[in-house]
């Protein structure tokens, strides 16, 4: 019943919708005229996210009338590995509580390092 892949369950088949999510199911999709407060984004939070940036300039005047500036920008500093939402999809039963929907694991990209110079005159 559950995909390849990481799942957030420890039973997935227990809280699986059977039949894509019927009334006697413990996870369905909400039933228009018969439900309230269904969250309107869904009642299922995604995973928290945690990224850090950083950018250091370094400006160097010259003369009065050239100066540079060097730049060093990255991009996920601490390589933090950063997990795919889950899929909670009733009409998907195979990939239910995989991270990624079963696809890339990684929602984030690695540590990216740019580098850059500039010339003013």
Request: glycine share 14%; hydrophobic share 35%.
């Amino acid at each position: 019943m559950i995909g390849a892949g990481y799942n957030i369950f420890s039973n997935p088949d227990s809280t699986c919708p059977q039949g894509y999510g019927t009334f006697n199911d413990p996870v369905r999709n909400p039933i228009l005229g018969l439900d309230s407060h269904d969250g309107s984004g869904g009642p299922v939070y995604g995973l928290p996210l945690f990224n850090l940036d950083l950018g250091i300039t370094k400006k160097l005047k010259i003369n009065e009338r050239f100066n540079s500036g060097f730049y060093f920008d990255w991009i996920n500093v601490l390589n933090h590995m950063q997990p795919a939402d889950p899929c909670l999809d009733a009409y998907a039963p195979y990939a239910w509580g995989v991270l990624g929907c079963g696809g890339n694991l990684q929602a984030d990209s690695p540590r990216q390092l740019q580098l850059g110079i500039t010339f003013n005159w």
